[in-house]
């Protein structure tokens, strides 16, 4: 399995942007898709951005699209979301995570392995 360390988080206002990283551990990071997941206090943990293994397919909820850009560099074992046009809405826990063979499906049993996550709070 891999190791997976995300940073970036912060409070931001609306309207604003951030990046959020997730460092990965292991030589095996290309193997694997990747995945951003967010979770608000007292909802379920959701699917915000998904990221094929050579960066070359990603997939978005809905909510996010057009607004959040995911990507990877495999030589620096690392995923991004950037984050611009931040909503309140937005504010949540948001988790990296390493997909398994369904890792296009949004669901968070596609994917195995997961970091602490970090916190993004967008004031109004």
């Known amino acids: 399995q891999v190791q997976l360390v995300e940073s970036g988080g912060g409070l931001v206002q609306a309207g604003g942007s951030l990046r959020l990283s997730c460092a990965a551990s292991?030589?095996?990071?290309?193997?694997?898709?990747m995945g951003w997941f967010r979770q608000a206090p007292g909802k379920e943990r959701e699917f915000v951005a998904a990221i094929g293994m050579s960066g070359g397919t990603t997939y978005y909820a809905d909510s996010v699209k057009g607004r959040f850009t995911i990507s990877r560099d495999n030589a620096k074992n690392t995923l991004y979301l950037q984050m611009n046009s931040l909503k309140p809405e937005d504010t949540a826990v948001y988790y990296c995570?390493?997909?398994?063979?369904?890792?296009?499906?949004?669901?968070?049993?596609?994917?195995?392995?997961w970091g602490q996550g970090t916190q993004v709070t967008v004031s109004s």
């Open positions: 995570a390493a997909g398994g063979s369904s890792w296009y499906k949004p669901e968070t049993y596609n994917y195995d392995s």
């Open positions: 292991g030589r095996t990071f290309s193997r694997y898709a």
